[in-house]
């Protein structure tokens, strides 16, 4: 606001409550994925928590490109909806645009954290968080205050820091990972019992 003015800001506050409603989605769409895995993982069933893994991966990577595309396509319609100002609207859009192409990151970070949480971890999705939120703050001073890219920037070091969340959750989870892809398949019903948990969840956040 200070840097951009007060247009720009206004575009943020246009967008915010629909980027909170697409992240915890995700976040709760996967965290049906780990009811299923924990509950594999809590019976000692080795060869069912390979599959739930790579179950929900594929669950996983189909929902991110369904979002992906769905909201690229939606965007200008749900600003209009939402009445955004007319002077606002360029702002918002550019910025949701290239939010939105962040979704694929969301997700697949999530997807990691709902394997740590089954496995009975929380220390781990919680140190990626807060050094995320850090780059994400570094990010937006460095391309919003003193380079004064403009707001695209600001959403850019948002999908910056969440690449960075992607690859590094990915990164402590990669042996648990190469394990059950070379040990286990695609589990259509067991698919189905996670979307049957999964899709709910996500449900009662758009909700």
Do not use: H
């Amino acid at each position: 606001g200070r840097v951009l003015g007060v247009v720009a800001l206004s575009a943020l506050g246009a967008c915010d409550l629909l980027i909170w409603t697409i992240s915890s989605a995700i976040q709760a769409y996967t965290e049906g994925f780990s009811i299923k895995m924990a509950a594999r993982f809590g019976a000692d069933d080795t060869d069912g928590f390979n599959r739930a893994v790579v179950s929900g991966a594929y669950l996983s990577v189909g929902a991110a490109v369904i979002l992906l595309l769905a909201m690229q396509l939606a965007i200008p319609g749900i600003l209009t909806l939402m009445r955004v100002r007319t002077e606002v609207y360029p702002y918002a859009l550019l910025y949701l645009r290239i939010i939105c192409a962040g979704i694929p990151f969301v997700t697949a970070y999530n997807f990691c954290f709902s394997i740590l949480r089954a496995l009975g971890n929380s220390r781990i999705p919680l140190r990626v968080m807060s050094l995320s939120a850090a780059l994400n703050i570094l990010l937006d001073i460095l391309f919003v205050a003193v380079l004064k890219w403009g707001i695209g920037s600001a959403a850019l070091s948002t999908v910056i820091s969440q690449l960075f969340s992607a690859v590094y959750s990915l990164a402590v989870t990669r042996k648990l990972l190469r394990k059950a892809f070379a040990e286990a398949k695609y589990d259509r019903r067991l698919a189905c019992q996670m979307l049957k948990l999964s899709i709910p969840m996500a449900g009662q956040i758009v909700i």
